[in-house]
């Protein structure tokens, strides 16, 4: 392959990104000089220990912190020059955001929670055909209180996907939910890949969810400490732990 062709499969790419909190005795270095390369159309997984500095590195991609150093690439464009504006239209036209806790708007119900977000977007996935394939279409009148936590997981999946992002950061996205229905949420993004080819970055305590990435980085000490193609990835339906 050339060189043209390996530049564009490039989609996000991170170099010597650095980032702490606080300030002398209390200083914290979090990020300490971070490089990496995620391909278009990835599922990437991020493994680290709790306090590993996972979700500083997916609020720096997303555009919801500011990074001390270096540069984060997205389709080519540098997010640590972008102004406010520019930063919000960037996560507003590219990204889905999936937290541990689903966020959802408790005065909305199932198919508001999903609309909401599809307004912002100017080719938006259509609500009711997302709403099957996400399971919930019987479920589109009920409120967030009256689905279970699995399902309102998938909610707040089909609220990042409803934009059609190009990438969508998943923190932590089976933290909350049990064996069985943490799988099923991992199947679904495993269909949300191939189904919108939209790059994935999950960051997990989870080291069993790596096998299904095609590329794992490992987190210590605020370093990559491994950054590994996956060449045969497991399906979702398969992990185990
Ligand atoms: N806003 C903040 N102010 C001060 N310290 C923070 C802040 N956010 C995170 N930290 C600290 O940075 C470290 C990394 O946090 P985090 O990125 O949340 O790790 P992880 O997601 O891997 O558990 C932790 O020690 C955490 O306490
Ligand atoms: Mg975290």
């Known amino acids: 392959m050339g060189d043209t062709m390996a530049t ?6 991170v170099k010597d990104l650095k ?18 390369s995620i391909n278009r159309g990835e599922i990437c997984v991020m493994l680290g220990p ?7 590195f997916l609020n720096l991609i997303g555009g919801l912190e500011d990074a001390d150093a270096g540069s984060i690439l997205v389709d080519g464009c540098d997010l640590t020059t972008l102004k406010a504006g520019d930063l919000g239209e960037y996560r507003r036209r590219e990204l889905g955001f999936v937290f541990q806790f689903y966020n959802l708007v408790p005065d909305l119900t199932i198919k508001e929670n999903i609309e909401v977000t ?3 977007s100017k080719n938006p996935l259509n609500v009711d055909d997302l ?30 996907l409803v934009k059609n992002p190009g990438l969508l950061l998943c923190d932590e996205p089976t933290g909350a939910l049990d064996y069985k229905t943490s799988k099923e949420i991992l199947q679904l993004m495993e269909d ?5 080819g939209c790059t994935i970055i999950i960051v997990t305590h ?14 210590r000490d605020g370093r990559i400490v491994e950054d ?9 339906a398969e992990l185990d732990w």
């Open 118 to 120: 599809a307004h912002l």
């Open 192 to 196: 949300v890949n191939r189904t919108y």
């Open 228 to 236: 590994e193609l996956n060449e045969s990835p497991v399906a979702a």
């Open 131 to 160: 709403l099957r394939s996400l399971g919930l279409y019987e479920h589109r009148n009920k409120f967030p209180r009256q689905v279970s936590g699995g399902q309102q997981q998938r909610c707040a999946i089909g609220r990042a």
């Open 50 to 56: 709790s306090g590993s500095g996972k979700s500083t």
């Open 19 to 36: 980032k702490h909190y606080g300030d002398g005795d209390a200083r914290l270095t979090v990020l300490d000089g971070i490089d990496t």
């Open 8 to 13: 564009q499969r490039v989609y996000v790419q």
């Open 206 to 219: 989870n080291a069993a969810i790596a096998r299904m990435a095609n590329r794992v980085l490992r987190l």
